[in-house]
């Protein structure tokens, strides 16, 4: 199965926010309200911040949005934060036989 | 608090045997499934595959049926990712991760596995 797509880096000035899309097929994303996102530090583990599309799990702060439309998910991050520069992963369920598909990553800059 | 210990860093040859483990505490371990993601040196997160502790059904990547083996021990909560002959392109960080639903709400630390001659 194909990753989903992410671009692959993004950037904005603290304050501001930015937007990271991830686009899969109507395979996994556009079947199943089953999107996550995590946020990963430089060598560190992954963090799960927004799961099934739209839910943040708790202590996550209220910053971090998700959303989808069609084949399509997207993470919105408001009031930029210097510890917000990360990479952010999207990963959605696929369906039994492939259970579950990441996309390719996006590295977040705060300038 | 829900917590995965995963053994530590291990370097091999190629063509050699290998068993990592991540042990599970602070919850029921068998009312959550345990999967591992592959994350390769400077790249993206790969799922690999899951097993379900209550009745040991396992599930795999189709990247990776076949390459591995998930097991787990749920007398000591405890689940393992095996190799029978790693390759230098299985060098990578290992992470195990646990959840109730589609989401990987917990994550280990992390096995950096090394293969090289």
């Known amino acids: 199965q194909s990753a989903l797509t992410q671009p692959a880096s993004v950037s904005g000035s603290p304050g501001q926010s930015i937007t990271i899309s991830c686009t899969g097929t109507?395979?996994?994303?556009?079947?199943?309200?089953?999107v996550s996102w995590y946020q990963q530090h430089p060598g560190k583990a992954p963090k799960l911040m927004i799961y099934?599309?739209?839910k943040r799990p708790s202590g996550v702060s209220n910053r971090f949005s998700g959303s989808k439309s069609g084949n399509t998910a997207s993470l919105t991050i408001s009031g930029l934060q210097a510890e917000d520069e990360a990479d952010y992963y999207c990963?959605?369920?696929?369906?039994?036989?492939?259970?579950?598909?990441f996309g390719g990553g996006t590295k977040l800059t705060v300038l | 608090e829900v917590q995965l210990v995963q053994s530590g860093a291990e370097v091999k040859k190629p063509g050699e045997s290998l068993k990592i483990s991540c042990k599970g505490s602070?919850?029921?371990?068998?009312?959550?499934?345990i999967g591992w993601v592959r994350q390769m040196p400077g790249k993206g997160l790969e799922w690999m595959g899951i097993?379900?502790?209550?009745?040991?059904?396992?599930r795999y990547s189709p990247s990776f049926q076949g390459q591995v083996t998930i097991s787990a021990d749920k007398s000591i909560s405890t689940a393992y990712l095996q190799w029978s002959s790693l390759k230098a392109s299985d060098t990578a960080m290992y992470y195990c991760?646990?959840?109730?639903?589609?989401?990987?709400?917990?994550w280990g630390q992390g096995t950096l596995v090394t293969v090289s001659s």
């Open positions: 099934e599309v739209s």
């Open positions: 109507s395979s996994d994303v556009g079947s199943y309200n089953l």
């Open positions: 602070g919850y029921s371990f068998t009312s959550y499934w």
């Open positions: 990963c959605s369920y696929a369906g039994s036989s492939t259970s579950w598909v």
């Open positions: 097993i379900y502790p209550g009745d040991s059904d396992t």
């Open positions: 991760v646990s959840g109730v639903g589609a989401s990987f709400d917990y």
